[in-house]
């Protein structure tokens, strides 16, 4: 398994997509936060904080992580190594767990560089380092347990299909879906007391939760458990092709 996750990120990291991706993301949220004037302004806010780092970075990571993981089982079906891969020894749950580690080590990376920006935010307050510090982990926490929860759905929609483009897109629709759609289901008010169950179904819920600094044990259960759920149809997906 670990050697199947070493030539992953090393695949990742010696392909143009690998930095692509980092490069991408890290430029959106610089240019939002630092250059465009808008509401995620920091110098425009004038308040020392990366609220808008956490309220954008999401929105980045529904088209971003699906481009990570469209390649995954789709070129392996695509040009026959998932039968490769079948042969070695090594089970198709650890394959899943290879390729998903991966993944998550690729947005790690993505996110590791955004604490530049805590720094210059912590430095920029009046006083030095009046920052809400703990929200602000909080909320790193929360955009880990969302980037993760990301990559499992995008590793199980490329187990769906052999052709990238048919992955990429499923995969923004299921992340979107679970991230916005029990929002905007709840917001209809159909349900009546089952309304606040539907919306806690939603990642948005628990992600801003966590945000907020406090890290309730319901909210990691409920990233743990979407993110075992989505694992366990890929491997279902994957072994699929022995039936």
């Known amino acids: 398994m670990f050697t199947l996750l070493k030539k992953e990120v090393s695949g990742f990291l010696s392909s143009l997509i690998g930095y692509i991706v980092i490069t991408v993301f890290l430029l959106i949220n610089g240019l939002f936060l630092w250059v465009f004037p808008s509401e995620f302004n920091i110098l425009d806010f004038g308040y020392a904080g990366l609220d808008g780092l956490f309220m954008m970075a999401p929105f980045v990571f529904l088209f971003l992580i699906p481009a990570i993981t469209m390649r995954s089982f789709a070129d392996e079906k695509k040009s026959g190594t998932i039968e490769f891969l079948a042969t070695q020894p090594i089970s198709d749950m650890q394959i899943v767990w290879a390729k998903y580690l991966s993944g998550l080590v690729l947005v790690i990376f993505s996110l590791l560089p955004t604490l530049i920006y805590f720094v ?89 939760s966590i945000s907020r600094g406090v890290v309730d044990t319901r909210d990691v259960l409920y990233f743990i458990s979407l993110i075992t759920l989505f694992l366990l149809l890929t491997k279902l997906s994957v072994q699929s092709r022995k039936w």
Do not use: C, M, R
């Open 120 to 208: 210059t935010v912590y430095i920029l307050a009046l006083p030095p380092g009046n920052v809400d510090t703990g929200g602000i982990w909080g909320s790193y926490l929360g955009l880990l347990f969302l980037g993760a929860s990301f990559v499992a759905i995008g590793l199980f929609s490329s187990s769906l299909t052999d052709n990238q483009i048919i992955s990429f897109l499923i995969a923004v629709f299921l992340s979107a879906f679970l991230y916005l759609g029990f929002e905007f289901i709840y917001s209809f008010d159909l349900f009546g007391a089952v309304d606040l169950f539907i919306k806690s179904l939603g990642i948005s819920t628990h992600y801003a």
